[in-house]
């Protein structure tokens, strides 16, 4: 069994940047994908961003491209969303996950909240 257990969440303003990080831990951490998603009160859960985890080939949300920076670092099982030029529309709790195929997320973190004052 893999776990996912987030951190780096918190209050900002408009405009300024916060970095979580998601790091795994249990079995042989060897996932097809990783990624971000998000859920903001009343709306359905979206993804942000996702991370081949072999490859590297990124994907954005339209809503976050040119703002969120997804990487990761391999050697420590850990990944990395770099929020910049936050906004309040970007409040929302963030949860990490790990894919073990290009089409199944198969782990997920408990969740991180982000909250953008205007």
């Known amino acids: 069994q893999v776990q996912l257990v987030e951190s780096g969440g918190g209050l900002v303003q408009a405009g300024g940047s916060l970095r979580l990080s998601c790091t795994a831990s249990?079995?042989?951490?060897?996932?097809?994908?990783v990624g971000w998603f998000r859920q903001a009160p009343g709306k359905e859960r979206e993804i942000v961003a996702r991370i081949g985890w072999s490859g590297g080939v990124t994907t954005y949300a339209d809503s976050v491209k040119g703002r969120f920076t997804i990487s990761k670092d391999n050697a420590k099982n850990t990944m990395y969303p770099q929020m910049n030029s936050l906004k309040p529309d970007d409040t929302a709790v963030y949860y990490c996950?790990?894919?073990?195929?290009?089409?199944?997320?198969?782990?997920w973190g408990q969740g991180t909240q982000v909250t953008v004052s205007s």
């Open positions: 249990g079995r042989t951490f060897s996932p097809y994908r």
């Open positions: 996950a790990s894919g073990l195929t290009r089409t199944t997320w198969d782990y």
